[in-house]
């Protein structure tokens, strides 16, 4: 054993051994194949599959448009990417995504009747509950009985605080839930989905509701740095807002900052916001990300996974035994 001491021989093998007079032959391992096993248990190994048919994949490549999601995904796990956002393998709603879109929808509502009632007035906060609440029941097959009512019950009583808190200081020359197509940034082209845009003249802050723990969304939120080289997902997802927007030829549009609007409050209870404001360091920054991302991908470069021993695509490959090979993560350039 690991330890040093003598392994229990097998009880099989024993029961055999007493009825049948068979030879044992003790196994002689070298100290070098000793050596290459367990190096085996401690070192990550990054699985590929085979290719696809290029009849399939080649259909794939050419109507592909990069969005936020997609990058972020790759930068992650081109694993991942290739499953989730290139083939894009169904996949349910769970719990916490179907409350966070219920949030967004009730939120989206709010600001239209605002827009639609001619009087920059918003609905009174038991409106926006009942929005909440509509969604939320549309799509309860998302969550189990008790789920359901726990999060039913948690919404009804943070939407009218949150409510209190910002009605009287919100913007209300906005544009919601904004679909932007036909940019392109160094020949790439992007689209992407906005949950508010908020106009002061032509400048904009972008604002992305987030649902979920602020407290372990900080590290998302920050740019490059040692421990994370590439940056959080939601800084990337700021600046990439930033490229977006500021690259929209149809609109002469100036983003100056992306806003991340915590719906649920933190520990204290209290509502929380963080303001990105971008730099030109952090464009050149993203779009050299978004090249090497996109020449990859145009590369077909998603065939082999990040090998993390949490990554849900790597595992879910090695436990169906998909692979066709598998890589030392220590011989691979990780770097993008």
Known sequence: RNDGKEMEPSVFIAEILEQHPLAVEKAVISAEEMADFQSLQF???????????????????????????ALNSYLK?????YYQNLI??????????????AVHHALEKLFRRMQESGTDTFPSPETLVEDFR???????????????????????????RYYQQYVHNWNRIVSVE??????????????GKLDKLEFTGKEIN?????????????????????????????????????????????????????????????NKKQYRRQKITITPQDQETVTQQLTEV?????????YTGCGKEDCHWCNFVKDNHLEVALHDLETEDETV
């Not at 393998?89 to 769970?94: F, H």
């Not at 197509?181 to 082209?189: D, K, L, S």
């Open 43 to 69: 070192t990550a190994q990054a699985p590929e599959i085979a290719a696809a048919e290029a009849d399939f994949i080649t259909p794939l490549l050419e109507r592909f448009v990069m969005n936020v999601t």
């Open 77 to 81: 796990c081109p694993l991942g990417f």
């Open 88 to 101: 894009r393998i169904p996949s349910g709603k769970n719990e916490a995504t179907a409350f966070g879109s």
């Open 134 to 160: 509509w969604y939320m029941k549309r799509h309860r097959e998302h969550f189990t009985p008790e789920a359901y009512k726990r999060r039913m019950e948690y919404g009804e009583d943070i939407l009218p």
């Open 178 to 191: 904004r679909n932007i197509r036909g940019v392109q940034v160094n020949g790439i082209p992007l689209k």
């Open 206 to 266: 972008v604002v992305d509701y987030k649902t979920g723990d602020f407290d372990k969304a900080v590290s998302k939120m920050k740019g490059p740095d040692d421990k994370e080289p590439l940056g959080g997902d939601y800084w990337r997802q700021a600046v990439f807002y930033k490229l977006l927007l500021d690259n929209y030829e149809q609109k002469d549009w100036k983003v100056v900052s992306t806003e991340f609007d915590f719906v649920e409050p933190d």
């Open 294 to 302: 996109w020449n990859r991908i145009k590369a077909r470069d998603f």
